[in-house]
């Protein structure tokens, strides 16, 4: 059979695409959801501890948006600062067992979370802490 060069011309425009739509996808960054990945980190590994305002937890309340955003840290420092992870207490109290505001790393005692999971509280903060 003879190579017909139609045939290469046709890969190749096709590869041409392929490349092309995978860097589109790579620089259209995954916004992290709310609902769908922070919360589920809460149930399983906060809300033992921290589902009222009452106690000995610090007074948050981790089961909802709305009880996370008006939460007020007792140690004087922002739970929340949207667009800054590293200001906020929430991705600090997870993210090192180098605790400089708290006397320990949350989860208290462990198992801590996973560099994933540390990484989706991260950038949810920093992509605004929206409620999505
Ligand atoms: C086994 C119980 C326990 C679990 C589970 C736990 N915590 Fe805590 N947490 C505490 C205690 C106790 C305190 C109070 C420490 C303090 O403020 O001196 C606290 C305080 C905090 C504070 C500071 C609140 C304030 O008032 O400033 C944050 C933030 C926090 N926890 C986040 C988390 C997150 C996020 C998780 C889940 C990943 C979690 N904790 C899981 C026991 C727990």
Known sequence: ???NPLRW???????SFIILFSFCDSSESYSVSFSQDI?????NKCHQCHLSES?????LNLSSYES???GNSTHGIDLVVPGSADQSL???SVATNEQTVLPWRMPQGGPYLSAVQIQLIED???GGAKDN
Not at 9 to 15: N, P, Q, S
Request: without cysteine; glycine residues 10%; proline residues 3%.
């Open 1 to 3: 059979m003879k190579h």
């Open 9 to 15: 011309w046709l890969l190749l425009t096709i590869g």
């Open 39 to 43: 919360m589920p980190i809460f149930s």
């Open 55 to 59: 106690g000995s937890f610090g007074n």
């Open 68 to 70: 996370l955003m008006s």
């Open 90 to 92: 929430l991705y600090e």
């Open 124 to 126: 949810w903060i920093n």
